[in-house]
Structure formats: structure tokens, C-alpha cells
């Protein structure tokens, strides 16, 4: 091939495509995959954040919903049934019967205090009775342990939360007004989704707020019911809404009649509580924290309670909130195995065929070279023997010799590259049997003598007739050895000795016949070509010795078909050694 280059270049620029194409399509499938597999963890996210917050919503909606249906009266330590809701400032009365309050008598848990204010601003509480309402509860209903810890309670709680930071709070409302209702929301949400995503997600949290506070006040009594229409004006109760004061979480709601307004409450202990409900998710995330949201009106819903004005930090999820494995990484390493494993195949290949195609092209012009001689020897030596030209019987009997070797060889040559197309469409076509190596080495000794003489060299061997069988090919092996004779008699031509030596032997495995001569020898830088095809070019054929390349291909090839291998050794003599070993018979 005359420019191998030209091909090399464009196959260097194809697989640059291909490899750029692969790589540009390798990340975009894997930009693809990341927005993917980040889209789908951020769903489950949010997915088990919305489940915490309904699951903590739910379960504070058993505490307030207890005390927003619980009575305004229950906010004293004893009152008078019939007068309850008629009299609900007036003083008791001498012979009135009395009932306890629920609140005195019972216990809440989460729940440090129930505290009632007055018109005037006094804290009460219906846990801490006074005057002789004290003496009666401690008689009948509550230990006096329990009356002095619930005072230490209620002082504390008159330090810490002012009755002024309650009065004239805002607290008929139990979650803040967002932009639109729950019945408009989900026709909009659709139209919001196209316009902006961001907008969406709000307006969703927004939604799911509101969703949340309307099934968690859901069974409460609704501010400006009126609880009783007698003598005296409508009493208005309230609904309880939650107000950070400083760190402590109060809820407290309305009681109003006839423009009297009390303020009725009750002060959770945050910490237990906050421990309650993390404890209520901890399946879902196992480091969350709720953090306070002390904004009267926050700007964003987002993951805050509607039951507590907390904002849910869910911080590393709990196992099961992964992505998952995705299949199109996998498939594209598997297709970019694929891809390099194509381009090391294509490569080889390409490389095989240009090399194939350069050999080819040497072989072809040392064949011509190697044909041309003999043939312009036959020619004119024919027509000078037609023509009558020679008179000379020793001269005629000279070019006569001279065509039968120059056939011999052209027979030699050809018989050769036969034999190697042979072996490369898988055909044998010899005899595998049971022989002596001493005979085949008898059969072709003969000829072998006749190939050194023309080159004025003879052939010495030495055959041991106790050698054990070996199972071969005789016609293969005949042609091996001849072929190692041949180069023998064409690089050891000018050796002073001029002897060939044939020998046989045996390392107990395997039947060896030894080729070697007293010439050169072979290079190092030459050895590792020396059994290689087509590998001499014509200008070599024509300043070495004649052949094209192809005895020591060929040789070797017939020997490990046998079962043998022909190799070149180097013993440290003079010249070129060659054994060929030939597996032995199992008869």
C-alpha cells in the first residue's frame, strides 16, 4: 500500500468524531440523569417532610383541641353551675354549692400552666386557688404539695410572660390569611405551575397550610359562638392561637361579654412537647429540629406547622429517602465499553489489514523478482538450445543441469506458497502417522545432499536409529527440513566449513530434528521478524539471498499444526541452529 498515512488519518478523524459524539452525549444523558435523580430525592423529601408535618399537626391537634372546647368557666378554681354563664364576674355567694374546675383537679400533660387574665390585667390560675377557696381545695380535691408547686409555676409564669404581651393580641384567627382560599387554589395551581415554578411551590406550601389548619381545627368551636342568651349579654369565646413570648409558647383566646374582654390560656412546655413530636417522625428523619417562628406574619409557609408556629428543619433524612439507582449509568458504562472495545477492534483490525496489504505487496515484489530470474534463465537458455546455438556437448549438458535447478526451485518456491495457502483456508491435506524420524530423515537425505551441492556445501547427519516414534505428518516434515536446508545452503554459502548437520534427538516429551550450519547466523534485531510472512521486499530479495520471506513462516505454521513448534536457538556456535520438535506416539 502506498500511502498506509492517508488511512490512518482519516480513521484517526473518525474515531475523534465518534469519541467526541460519545463523550458530548455522555454528559448530556448524565446532566439528564443528575436533574433527574436530584428531582426525584427532592420529591421524597418532600414527600416525608409533608407526612412529618401532617403526622405533628395531628397529634397537637388532640391538645388544642381539648382546650379550645373546653369551657371558660373551667378557668376558675370552683364556680356555681347555675350561675356560669350568667354571672361570670359576679362574686360567690354565701350558700352557693360550688364545682370544682377540671383544671384543679386533673393533670395535662404537656402542658405547664392554664392561667386566665382578668379585665384588669390580674394572672390567675384555676390550678392555684385563693382565700378559702383554698382551704376547700385542700381539704377535698388537691394536696397542698401540688397547690404550692402550681403557684411556683404561675409566679414564675407572671415573670416571664407580662400579661400586657397578650392583651390586644390579635387571636380570633387560628393560622394567618393567605392569597386565595383552598377552592380557588387548585384550579390556579395548574396555571401558576406554566408561569413559574418558584411561585408554584409556594402557592403549594401555601395550599397544604391551609389544608393542614382547616383538618386540625376542624372539630373546634368556632370563634362567636354564642355560648348562652340570658338575663345578661351574649358570651363570645374565642379561638386559642399560639404566641411566642420571648422562648416560651403560650396559647390563649378571647372571652368577651358585654365589652369585658379575659384572656384564657395555657403555657406548654415547649421542651417536651418538641421532643414529643420529633420523637412522632423520627422514623422519617432522625435529625430533625423545629425551629421557632416568632413572625406574626411569616412571608413563606414553608414546612411550618399549622397547629405550632414552628418551622420544620428536617436536616439528613432517615434510610429509605434515597434516589436509588439509577439504570442509565449503567447502561451508558456499558455502551462506552462498547464503544472503546469497537474502536480497539477496529483499530486492530485496520492495523492487521494495512499490515496484511504492505506484506502482501512486499511478497508480490519479491515474488516477481524471484520468478523473473529463473524465467529469463529458461527463456534464453531454451532458445539458445532450439536454435542449435550450443554445439558443445559439455556446454548443452551444462545448461541442461542449469534449467533442472532453476525448475527446482521455481517447483521449491511454488510448492511453498501453496502449502502456506493451504494453511491459511484451514487445509492440511497430510497423513498423521506413526514413524521413525530416522526415516524420514533416510527418505529426503538425498535430496537434501543435491540442494547443498549447488551451493557447493554438503549435508552431515547424524541419526540415531533407537530414536522412539514420533505422530507426524512425514510429507510436512520432509518440507520443513528442506526449507531449513534451503536457507541453510543461502546465508551459509560463504562460510569457511561449508557443513549442514542433521541431527535427531529426544527430551522425553518430544522427537527433535536439529538444522544447523556455520555461517552468520541470525541478528537479535532480526529474529523477532524471522518468522513472520511476506516480510522480505523485493530490494532485499535482490541483495540477499533469493527467496521471498515466506520457508520460516511456512515451516513453523506446518510444525504447530503438527503439534510441535520449530524455534531458533541460540547455543553460543557460530552460525544459525534450528529445532523442530514433534510430539512423540502414544503406541
Known amino acids: 500500500m502506498s500511502r498506509p498515512w492517508q488511512i490512518w488519518v482519516i480513521a484517526g478523524i473518525c474515531l475523534a468524531i465518534g469519541v467526541a459524539a460519545m463523550s458530548w452525549t455522555s454528559l448530556t444523558v448524565l446532566r439528564l440523569d443528575q436533574a433527574e435523580t436530584e428531582a426525584r430525592a427532592n420529591a421524597r423529601l418532600e414527600e416525608n417532610v409533608r407526612l412529618a408535618l401532617w403526622r405533628m399537626d395531628a397529634a397537637m391537634a388532640e391538645i388544642i383541641g381539648v382546650e379550645n372546647a373546653r369551657s371558660h368557666s373551667a378557668y376558675n378554681s370552683f364556680y356555681q353551675t347555675e350561675r356560669a354563664y350568667t354571672k361570670l364576674y359576679a362574686e360567690i355567694q354565701k350558700g352557693e ?3 370544682p374546675s377540671p383544671l384543679l383537679v386533673g393533670e395535662e400533660k404537656y402542658i405547664r400552666l392554664h392561667f386566665q387574665i382578668s379585665p384588669e390585667g390580674k394572672v390567675t390560675s384555676p390550678q392555684v386557688p385563693s382565700g378559702n377557696m383554698r382551704d376547700i381545695a385542700e381539704v377535698k380535691y388537691v394536696s397542698h404539695e401540688k397547690i404550692v408547686e402550681s403557684e411556683k409555676v404561675l409566679r414564675q409564669f407572671r415573670s416571664l410572660v407580662p400579661a400586657s404581651a397578650l392583651v390586644g393580641t390579635a387571636l380570633q384567627t387560628p393560622t394567618n390569611e393567605f392569597i386565595y382560599n383552598i377552592s380557588q387554589g387548585q384550579q390556579e395551581l395548574q396555571q401558576i405551575a406554566n408561569d413559574s415554578p418558584v411561585l408554584w411551590q409556594e402557592q403549594r406550601n401555601n395550599l397544604e397550610l391551609q389544608k393542614r389548619s382547616k383538618s386540625a381545627y376542624a372539630g373546634f368551636r368556632k370563634p362567636g359562638v354564642e355560648d348562652v342568651l340570658v338575663e345578661q349579654s351574649v358570651i363570645e369565646t374565642g379561638i386559642m392561637k399560639p404566641v411566642w413570648i420571648g422562648d416560651e409558647l403560650v396559647y390563649a ?7 369585658k374582654v379575659t384572656i384564657q390560656g395555657i403555657w406548654i412546655d415547649w421542651p417536651d412537647i418538641r421532643k414529643w413530636l420529633l420523637d412522632e417522625i423520627k422514623d422519617l428523619f432522625s435529625e430533625a429540629q423545629l425551629e421557632p417562628v416568632k413572625e406574626t406574619n411569616p412571608s413563606s409557609p414553608l414546612r ?4 405550632v408556629p414552628v418551622r420544620l428543619a428536617p436536616g439528613q433524612p432517615a434510610v429509605g429517602i434515597g434516589p436509588g439507582d439509577s439504570p442509565i449509568r449503567l447502561t451508558l458504562f456499558m455502551a462506552c465499553a462498547g464503544l472503546v472495545v469497537a474502536m480497539v477492534a477496529v483499530i486492530t483490525l485496520l492495523f492487521g489489514v494495512v499490515a496484511l496489504s504492505e506484506r502482501r505487496a512486499a511478497f508480490v515484489s519479491a515474488v516477481t523478482h524471484e520468478l523473473r530470474t529463473p ?10 538450445l532450439a536454435e542449435g546455438m550450443v554445439k558443445d556437448e559439455s556446454k548443452r549438458k551444462q545448461y541442461l543441469n542449469t534449467l533442472c535447478v532453476e525448475a527446482d526451485r521455481l517447483s521449491h518456491l511454488v510448492e511453498n506458497v501453496l502449502s502456506y495457502a493451504r494453511l ?7 497423513q498423521i502417522e506413526d514413524v521413525h524420524l530416522s526415516e524420514i530423515v533416510e527418505r529426503i537425505e538425498e535430496r537434501l545432499a543435491a540442494r547443498a551441492e549447488q551451493n557447493g556445501m554438503r549435508v552431515e547427519v547424524d541419526v540415531s536409529a533407537k530414536m522412539p516414534k514420533v505422530r507426524t505428518d512425514s510429507s510436512a516434515v520432509e518440507q520443513i527440513l528442506f526449507n531449513l536446508v534451503d536457507n541453510a545452503c543461502k546465508y551459509a554459502a560463504e562460510a569457511e566449513d561449508k557443513t549442514i548437520h542433521v541431527e535427531t534427538g529426544s527430551n522425553g516429551f518430544a522427537g527433535i530434528l536439529r538444522v544447523h550450519d556455520h555461517g552468520p547466523g541470525i541478528e537479535r534485531s532480526d529474529a523477532a521478524r524471522l518468522f513472520q510472512p511476506f516480510t522480505k521486499s523485493a530490494t532485499e530479495a535482490a541483495h540477499t539471498a533469493a527467496g521471498v520471506g515466506l520457508g520460516l513462516a511456512l515451516s513453523r505454521r506446518l510444525a ?5 513448534d520449530l524455534k531458533l536457538e541460540n547455543g553460543g556456535q557460530p552460525g544459525a541452529s534450528f529445532a523442530l520438535t514433534l510430539p512423540l506416539s502414544t503406541s
Not at 491459511?424 to 497430510?430: A, F, I, L, V
Not at 504447530?560 to 510441535?564: A, I, N, S, V, Y
Open 253 to 259: 383566646r378571647e372571652v368577651s361579654q358585654g365589652g
Open 375 to 384: 524465467l529469463t534463465t529458461f527463456r534464453m537458455y531454451s532458445e539458445m
Open 304 to 307: 411550618m406547622l399549622a397547629s
Open 424 to 430: 491459511e483456508r484451514g487445509r492440511s491435506g497430510g
Open 560 to 564: 504447530r499444526q503438527l503439534g510441535g
Open 97 to 99: 354549692v360550688l364545682v
